[in-house]
């Protein structure tokens, strides 16, 4: 770290003590409200509350009741609401009605099993007749004991950023520049981005040649190296319009949208399970994946596009005579909210909802308009206008709505505990209904080994171990299970016909509390659902009180008149074609992000974007047209030394293959990659129970993407089981909203192209179909290899470097098996040095010795840094 | 106006982040420890760097007991609790007295039950921290916090380990600089080593006890592999020639060098049999109640020795809600000996001068009852301890009160303990930053303290 960053991470330290603490320039109250106003009986109840009731609560119902210990029945005596809301056994106090009491129902049971406290002395007559007088006396609570903390005064701050802060300001429409080299642009985008390199004192550097473009363009577009064929037809193709013609074949093609779809998948931080803390598959999730990559190749709008994710219930409500089929698609398309990480051990509902509307927002925020509004769930944004009651107007939006994943929360679960069927969203396709019959005798099963598990769990006869050192009762939880499971395969829904994980309209749809500090249970002022105050979009309408507000949220999002969606996503266009975006940080338009590197030419393209209808294929189609698009990346001194970074596009920058794109590239190579559409995945067979890292079904999923010669965009994604053949090269984190994959080097990738058996598997492959090419010699073959994997092809002495390694790596290999076979002869077979190192002797004639080197240098190239560029 | 022309520190900052995710390992050849990261550019991420501050320690094992260890029955002696068994607990529930014996070891007097004898034998080595308290008191949550500071499942952040590496980078570069051996495969799994939005490099690399490694065997002997990395590497300096090439390629070129002799020498760390019997038998390796645990103690010694800058191990199963007796029995007598081993032998090796060794849980255990022989979480007091570089030995810091359920001195929330081992290792909690979403993270998030008492 030099030590100018050094101080820069100093400062910037203590830019994130601000982020997020309150400690700092901020005004602590700390007064305890209670006593003010109050008159004087209530103060009266709270100082009863306080010398009476709060002590004996603490003393004898925290040990199992409050958030620091478990709250056993999810019952919690420690905050207010808590107590009133209840356990599972209904509300623990109704203030004025004693008899209605749980609290006190149970302190007075008879029955000394269910009595509480459950452990230790029962409590004394004279402390149930406080608690019965403060029940009556209408169970007063005093205020949030909590101390009161008064946000800083922002209000300045926010009205700058509101009237200065580029990207709050609408689109403006630049004049198209005047240039110099007026013959150099094809395209207006061209104008904006040479007058950039002119004004700094450059020119762009020459075009890209024609194998380099091919390659690039059909990686950028498609995921997937072109084909020798397709390589071929460009090349002979002298047309005007050649260039054209691949790209509208591109954008035409079923893998336009895996590539694409899978920029959105990784916007969307989509998973197939619930990720970390306790992970349950989400078995239906691939229904969306799939949407995704169909919306795409259909050209859904953008605009649209985000709408359905985020209404798409809404909308089809509304659409009048709507197929099932387009209904279904619709429902499914709600899989965006609902499908991202979640705490499914949390033990209080609320705190399980209020964080899943936080990763919710998130999502929204970030993916479509580039503002990071979760920092507002516990205090007044630092950096950009977004106040925490800004932050509520939309959670009262998410919570008016039910994430219907078909998961619950509970804290210790096991088994199917976690799994709500009842929450999952039905799609039209349905099989005919389960006998009744069979369902009442399951239902019976169900019951009978429940009662015999509830009867024998914890009793010493149960907890007494089996000669396996396992104790008695397992067997009866696991019978009773097993009859669950009986049950459920007949009558889940999931079973029973299509589901998907989405969201629907809450059964109650209301506005919510700010909470003090985004703890959940510290509620302060209801706020009206609402939008963000840090611009200003024209068009908007008002939130429809009767429902949750997403259909006007999704309209407001999208608005042709908001000025961040269409930035943000022409932004995130122009990163995948340009490796950068115009804004850099591509999920952060605020305060805190960068600042745009041409900010014209940005409106630009938004604006193109808008006039094209939000079309992807549009937009996408002028930008790879353009003259910038088909540079060259060799780069002059005086681009290096001027714009080294290349934020002026004087050249191409080179990019990575994502995980994705490498292991695509390495079977369209081998020739063994399997191009049809998945119907599901590995995940799609699992049951919603939780699993391990290391689990069978964790195996079972590892063991499918292993064998899956399909793309990428298709392998199971349960969170926290990345498939190995992505996990070197930076998958997206997919608990993560991602805008933009790493390209980090690291040792691991190394050992995986070197000792993997997927590569040495492709390797293999590869070297059987070169070596099978009818009427080849080694030259035509190497340039034939050169073609696949490099997309261009070998120069003369890449020819004869590459048939002399084979030629020297084949005679060493045979004196290895030589000396293998002595060693063997000598040590004798079956030692473990021999079984260590018998790579080579293995094979025995000269035959296979030449495969073996035709495998070694095919491995080499797929290994080679090459591969895994396109410039 | 263009960027480039009007560069802002936070814009350089940002850009010089983003840049280690291009270029790479070039560091990956530099050998030499004491190089500092002001003479190191910063695009090699993994090698040392100059800390904030003089560090105490250069380097962490952490001894992960999974589950929760009950204190109250091996490390946590409360006379009033062995005086009150069956009476009321001062927050409810019936408190049950330990059976097991306790006695006082070492000069300092400390108490430990007869379940640790031979950790017994080190009291006066170890640094108590006995007034730690979380936030959550559910295995999956509290163990993401040990790990990552925080226990919000829905934002994943960078391991402990990964923020260390980060800061510090690592001493030997033929090695991971973060290794972690039999982690929990749920409790968070890969986020307890994982980089999250921190890059790549700086994850934890996971071995089982066994030493395996992914991908890490040849699939071609020495010789033959050789020649093929000479041939892979001379296609990649001539892209690396191009006028077009990108930045990265001489990072690639590194990163297979280092992986060919990673196959040599991660092997060879994990191999005991440069190892005196003697040593062997003091893990308890030959000893199957001991050998899983034994093993990981002693490739922590050994990775630690190498220079790995955090090394974490882990023996799950302390979740003792029932069969406390003998579950107690059976998982203390599994690390006893593994963990008193290991303290003796960085004692001996005089290695306990740079390195820190911190034991124990996600959080601890009640005094009262759960059922007939079972204890509940406790995540208000519970204790862990710390051996070796920069703390002060024979030392106990903070308190529970007289049963062992809340801190009552010496508080630390998980928060100050990660910035009290950042402190040791010469990082300041509240500069170790990572811009992500809009802002900088932390690993102590937006609190943390440190205990400056226990510096030695």
């Not at chain 1, 002395?121 to 909590?146: C, F, M, N, Y």
């Not at chain 1, 549009?618 to 290096?640: F, G, M, N």
């Not at chain 2, 809340?406 to 928060?415: D, L, S």
Request: proline share 5%; charged share 25%.
């Amino acid at each position: 770290m030099t030590p100018s960053i050094a101080t820069e991470n100093r400062q910037r330290g203590i830019a994130a003590k601000l982020c997020g603490s309150l400690a700092a320039g901020v005004l602590l109250l700390g007064s305890i409200a209670v006593t003010q106003g109050a008159d004087v009986d209530e103060q009266a109840e709270h100082e009863f509350f306080e010398t009476k009731i709060r002590p004996l609560l603490v003393s004898r119902c925290y040990a199992c009741h409050s958030a620091e210990t478990k709250p056993a029945g999810d019952l919690r005596v420690d905050d207010y609401n808590g107590l009133l809301r209840g356990g599972k056994s209904g509300p623990g106090v109704v203030p004025g009605d004693d008899k209605a009491s749980l609290l006190l129902v149970r302190i007075l049971e008879k029955n000394e099993s269910k009595r509480m406290p459950q452990d230790g002395e029962p409590l004394t007559e004279e402390e149930i007749a406080d608690l019965v007088r403060w029940v009556q006396a209408g169970a007063k609570w005093p205020a949030s004991a909590e101390p009161v903390y008064e946000a800083e005064d922002l209000s300045d701050l926010y009205a700058d950023l509101r009237s200065d802060h580029w990207a709050f300001q609408p689109l403006a429409a630049a004049a198209i520049p005047q240039v110099a080299q007026a013959d150099w642009p094809r395209d207006d985008i061209d104008r904006f981005v040479l007058a950039g390199l002119e004004a700094a004192g450059l020119s762009p550097v020459a075009d890209a040649d024609r194998e380099t473009l091919l390659r690039r363009v059909t990686f950028d577009l498609t995921g997937l190296p072109p084909t020798e064929a397709e390589i071929e037809a460009f090349l002979a193709d002298s047309s005007e319009n050649a260039f054209e013609t691949v790209v509208d074949r591109l954008l035409a093609s079923k893998e336009f949208g895996e590539r694409w779809g899978r920029q959105w998948l990784d916007v969307a931080r989509y998973g197939e399970s619930t990720g970390p803390s306790r992970n349950i598959p989400y078995p239906h999730a691939w229904r969306y994946r799939n949407y995704v990559i169909e919306s795409v190749n259909r050209d859904v709008p953008i605009n649209r596009f985000i709408q359905e994710q985020i209404a798409g219930d809404l909308i089809a409500d509304q659409s009048e005579g709507i197929s099932n089929e387009e209904r279904d698609r619709l429902l499914t398309a709600t899989g965006f909210l609902a499908l991202g990480v979640k705490d499914v051990n949390q033990r209080f509902k609320i705190r399980f909802e209020m964080d899943n509307i936080d990763e919710q927002i998130d999502a929204v925020t970030r993916g479509v308009l580039g503002l990071t509004v979760s920092c507002a769930r516990c205090h007044d944004h630092k950096f950009d206008p977004i106040p925490t009651a800004d932050y509520y107007a939309l959670a009262g939006i998410f919570a008016s709505t039910e994430n219907a994943a078909g998961v619950r929360n509970k804290m210790g679960g096991s088994g199917l505990d976690y799994y709500n069927p009842e929450s999952l969203i039905r799609l039209s396709i349905e099989l005919p209904p389960p006998s009744e019959e069979e369902v009442r005798r399951l239902e019976e099963k169900v019951r009978e080994t429940k009662a015999a598990w509830d009867a024998i769990r914890g009793t010493p006869e149960g907890l007494a171990k089996r000669p396996n050192g396992q104790p008695v009762q397992r067997r009866f939880r696991l019978a009773w299970e097993e009859a669950q499971a009986e049950l459920l395969a007949l009558t889940d829904p999931a079973a029973r016909g299509a589901v998907v994980h989405g969201v629907r309209e809450a059964a109650e749809i209301a506005d919510t509390a700010i909470r003090y500090r985004g703890e959940a249970e510290k509620l302060g002022e209801v706020v009206p659902r609402g939008y963000l105050t840090a611009f200003e979009v024209p068009d908007a309408q008002p939130i429809n009180r009767q429902q949750s507000g997403r259909l006007e949220l999704a309209q407001w999002l999208t608005s042709d008149l908001n000025p961040l969606s269409p930035r943000v996503a022409a932004n995130l266009i122009w990163q995948n074609l340009f490796g950068t975006g115009l804004v850099s940080t591509a999920d952060n338009f605020g305060n805190s992000g960068a600042s745009p590197s041409n900010p014209e030419l940005l409106d630009f393209v938004a604006q193109r974007l808008i006039d094209g209808g939000w079309s992807r294929k549009t937009l996408i189609r002028q930008l790879v047209l353009s003259r910038t698009y088909r540079l060259s990346a060799v780069a002059t001194e005086d681009h290096l030394r001027i714009d080294p970074a290349n934020r002026l596009l004087g050249r191409h920058t080179p990019r990575r293959l994502t995980s994705d794109e490498l292991r695509d590239a390495v079977l369209a190579v081998s020739g063994m990659l399997d191009r049809t559409p998945a119907e599901g995945t590995a995940s799609s067979e699992l049951r919603m129970v939780e699993m391990r890292d290391n689990g069978d079904e964790a195996k079972a999923v590892h063991a499918h993407s292993d064998a899956s010669t399909r793309r990428s965009v298709y392998l199971p994604l349960v969170r926290g089981v990345t498939p190995r053949a992505l996990e070197c090269f930076d998958p997206a984190e997919q608990t993560l909203v991602t805008v933009k994959r790493d390209a980090t080097t690291v040792p691991s990738q190394a050992l995986f192209l070197l000792n993997s058996d997927f590569v040495k598997q492709q390797a293999q492959q590869l070297t059987q179909s070169i070596l099978e090419l009818p009427a080849a010699d080694d030259v035509q073959r190497v340039q034939a290899t050169y073609r696949r994997a490099f997309g261009r092809a070998a120069s003369e002495q890449e020819v004869n470097l590459a048939l002399s390694f084979i030629e020297s790596f084949q005679s060493l290999y045979a004196q290895q098996a030589a000396a293998n076979a002595n060693e063997t002869a000598a040590v004798g077979k079956g030692s473990a040095q021999s079984q260590e190192y018998q790579f080579v002797s293995t094979r025995a004639n000269a035959e296979s010795y030449k495969l073996a080197a035709w495998e070694a240098w095919h491995q080499s190239l797929l290994a080679a840094a090459e591969f895994r560029f396109i410039r | 106006m263009f960027s480039n022309h009007l560069i802002s520190r936070r814009e350089a900052l940002r850009s010089s982040s983003a840049g280690f995710g291009m270029v790479a390992l070039a560091s990956l050849l530099a050998q030499n420890p004491s190089l500092r990261a002001s003479e190191a550019k910063s695009d090699k991420p993994l090698a040392p760097k100059k800390p904030h501050h003089e560090p105490k320690a250069k380097r962490i094992i952490f001894v992960f007991m999974q589950g929760a260890i009950a204190q109250h029955d091996t490390f946590e002696y409360k006379p009033k609790l062995q005086q009150n068994d069956g009476k009321t607990g001062p927050i409810g529930g019936k408190l049950a007295a330990s059976k097991f014996k306790f006695k006082q070891y070492g000069e300092t007097g400390s108490w430990f039950s007869e379940l640790l004898p031979n950790m017994a034998q080190h009291a006066d080595k170890m640094c108590w921290l006995r007034g730690l308290h979380t936030d959550t008191p559910a295995h999956p949550q509290a163990v993401v916090q040990l790990h990552t500071g925080a226990a919000n499942a829905t934002l994943t952040r960078p391991s402990m380990g990964a923020w260390v590496l980060y800061g510090l980078g690592t001493e030997n570069q033929d090695l991971p600089g973060y290794v972690t051996i039999n982690p929990p495969a749920n409790f968070g799994g890969a986020v307890n080593y994982g980089n999250a939005f921190l890059p790549a490099h700086f994850q934890g690399s996971r071995v089982d006890d066994k030493g395996y490694v992914p991908n890490l065997k040849p699939r071609l002997e020495t010789q033959l592999q050789r020649s093929q990395i000479d041939y892979l590497q001379s296609l990649n300096r001539a892209f690396a020639e191009r006028p077009d090439a990108p930045d990265a390629v001489e990072g690639i070129i590194e990163s297979f060098e280092l992986a060919f002799r990673m196959q040599g020498a991660v092997p060879e760390i994990l191999d005991f049999k440069d190892e005196a019997e003697s040593t062997i038998d003091a893990y308890g390796i030959n000893n199957p109640a001991t050998a899983s645990f034994g093993r990981q103690c002693l490739m922590a010694r050994r990775l630690s020795e190498a220079g790995v800058r955090f090394v974490e191990i882990c023996q799950p199963g302390w979740d003792h809600h029932n069969n406390l007796h003998n579950g107690l029995i059976d998982r203390c007598g599994s690390i006893d000996q593994p963990v008193a081993a290991l303290l003796a032998d960085l004692e001996q090796r005089g290695m306990l001068d740079e390195t820190l060794v911190l034991f124990g849980s996600e959080f601890g255990r009640q005094p009262t009852t759960q059922g007939e022989d079972g204890r509940d979480h406790n995540i208000t007091g519970y204790p862990m301890f710390l051996v070796g570089a920069g703390v002060k030995p024979g030392y106990t810091h903070g308190q529970s009160d007289e049963y062992g359920v809340h801190a009552v001195e010496g508080r630390m929330h998980t928060n100050d303990l990660h910035a009290t081992l950042l402190h040791l290792l010469g990082l300041n909690h509240e500069w170790l930053t990572y811009p992500y979403a809009g802002r900088d993270f932390r690993l102590t998030d937006v609190a943390g303290t440190v205990a400056q008492e226990i510096l030695a």
